[in-house]
């Protein structure tokens, strides 16, 4: 079924609908109705294998057809289908771009979205709580986990622990809301 760019999914979205936000749309660009697009994919260009991208307008959802991209120095520039001009392009600057969570690839085991790791609690070798994941950072080498404390936690310090299988991530269950990690609690960030 080929939807539009005015197809209206619903009001409320489903009941218990879990949606990922994979980019959000910048300034109009040039005379055409181009948009900048701020993608959260990584590489960036991956949020393009989604062909209807979803957007909440007056609290009413709306599906998006990219139909032309052009690859930036800093990022990409988009053309949403039956936008063709600045005057109508504007209207969806700072909108954000999700789909569902069935959308998203079926991930090889040991393999995580990092949405499911936010929130877990994290618990070294010794069973010493360090807090839950507040969120994580792509650095050069490796992803990183940021370790807030919270209520159960050894101490109030926050923590920077990278994201290595096997080497320091020594397991992680979802089911229990919990990473477990080879880490000292004394190690300096």
């Not at 930036?72 to 789909?99: F, M, N, Q």
């Not at 994580?136 to 310090?157: F, K, Q």
């Not at 299988?165 to 000292?184: A, F, H, K, P, T």
Request: aromatic share 6%.
């Amino acid at each position: 079924m080929q939807s539009s760019s005015e197809d209206v999914l619903d009001s409320q979205g489903s009941p218990g609908e879990n949606r990922v936000i994979l980019g959000q749309i910048g300034k109009v660009h040039g005379i055409k109705g181009w948009l900048k697009l701020n993608s959260f994919t990584s590489p960036a260009e991956n949020i393009l294998d989604y062909p209807q991208l979803q957007t909440e307008i007056d609290h009413r959802w709306h599906s998006l057809e990219i139909d032309q991209c052009r690859q930036l120095t800093k990022g990409l520039l988009i053309h949403v289908k039956g936008y063709d001009d600045p005057e109508s392009a504007r209207a969806l600057t700072g909108l954000e771009l999700s789909v569902t969570t069935p959308q998203l690839p079926e991930l090889n085991d040991g393999e995580y979205y990092w949405r499911q790791l936010e929130g877990l609690e994290v618990v070294n070798q010794h069973d010493e709580v360090f807090g839950r994941v507040s969120k994580l950072m792509e650095t050069g080498a490796n992803d990183v986990l940021v370790i807030s404390p919270n209520e159960c936690s050894m101490d109030d310090r926050e923590r920077l622990i990278p994201y290595l299988l096997g080497s320091v991530i020594e397991r992680v269950d979802l089911e229990r809301g919990s990473i477990r990690v080879i880490w000292e609690a004394d190690y300096l960030d």
